[in-house]
Nanobody
Framework: QVQLVESGGGLVQPGGSLRLSCAASGSIFSIRTMNWYRQAPGKQRSLVAAITSDGRASYSDSVKGRFTISRDNFKNAVYLQMNSLKPEDTAVYYC??????????????WGQGTQVTVSS
């Protein structure tokens, strides 16, 4: 069984920073693309950032220049450094990844989410 667990969410003032972490565990053979999504109340879940297995990163326009996605392939982990946070960044942030299990083909896994609240 493969699992993704996020950490690092919390309450921060506008202009502040947070670093989210996500670790994959279980019977993992390889991890392909890793992603961060977010969903605010009453809004659709949207892709924030993605990073390929060889380190190519992409971002949504709303976070470009403020957020940085990175990964550690030896730790099976992905991170999201969030700087210059705005109230509109408030959402539940979800880690996801396309993972090949030891016995099985690739599939998309999701973490349970971590709350990020940006407020004064």
């Amino acid at each position: 069984q493969v699992q993704l667990v996020e950490s690092g969410g919390g309450l921060v003032q506008p202009g502040g920073s947070l670093r989210l972490s996500c670790a994959a565990s279980g019977s993992i053979f390889s991890i392909r693309t890793m992603n961060w999504y977010r969903q605010a109340p009453g809004k659709q879940r949207s892709l924030v950032a993605a990073i390929t297995s060889d380190g190519r990163a992409s971002y949504s326009d709303s976070v470009k220049g403020r957020f940085t996605i990175s990964r550690d392939n030896f730790k099976n982990a992905v991170y999201l450094q969030m700087n210059s946070l705005k109230p509109e960044d408030t959402a539940v942030y979800y880690c996801s990844a396309v993972i090949e299990a030891t016995m099985g083909g690739p599939r998309h896994y999701w973490g349970q989410g971590t709350q990020v609240t940006v407020s004064s």
